[in-house]
Structures are given as structure tokens and as C-alpha cells.
């Protein structure tokens, strides 16, 4: 992309790098523990395991503005 079409168009690049997950998930998750990260906040979108499609579908036409989390929840009984 040219230059001046960031520019004028005030758009803003943004990245990451990955991190391995073998060092990186313990720490998230500790931090997640200790209420440092709001994890009911990244969730904006919940799916019981029978609306499985309707997700991908959601995902798929970008309907999702977040996370979505497919719920699995064994009956017990």
C-alpha cells in the first residue's frame, strides 16, 4: 500500500509477534486467575454446542465482533 493512501486515509497498521505458547499460556492463564485480565469481557458471543453451525456461519459473513465461545456442557445425570 502506498504511503500517502495511509496517510490521508489516517489508517493505522497494527502487529503482534507470536509467542510460544508452552511459556505463554501459563502466564495468561495465572493472570487470568488473579482477575488481571476480564475475560467475560472478551466474550461477546456464546453458542450452545447445538448451534455450532450457526456460529461458523456468524464468523464466516464477520457478524462477530469479538470472541465467540461454543459451549460444551456434558449432560450429567
Do not use: C, H, Q, W
Request: proline letters at 4%.
Amino acid at each position: 500500500m502506498e504511503i500517502a493512501k495511509l496517510v490521508r486515509r489516517k489508517l493505522r497498521i497494527l502487529g503482534s509477534f507470536g509467542a510460544p505458547a508452552s511459556t505463554t499460556m501459563p502466564e495468561v492463564i495465572r493472570r487470568a486467575a488473579e482477575g488481571a485480565i476480564d475475560l467475560e469481557r472478551l466474550i461477546t458471543d456464546r453458542f450452545a454446542f447445538e448451534e455450532t453451525a450457526e456460529a461458523y456461519r456468524k464468523l464466516n459473513e464477520r457478524e462477530i465482533r469479538g470472541r465467540e465461545v461454543v459451549m460444551v456442557e456434558p449432560e450429567l445425570g
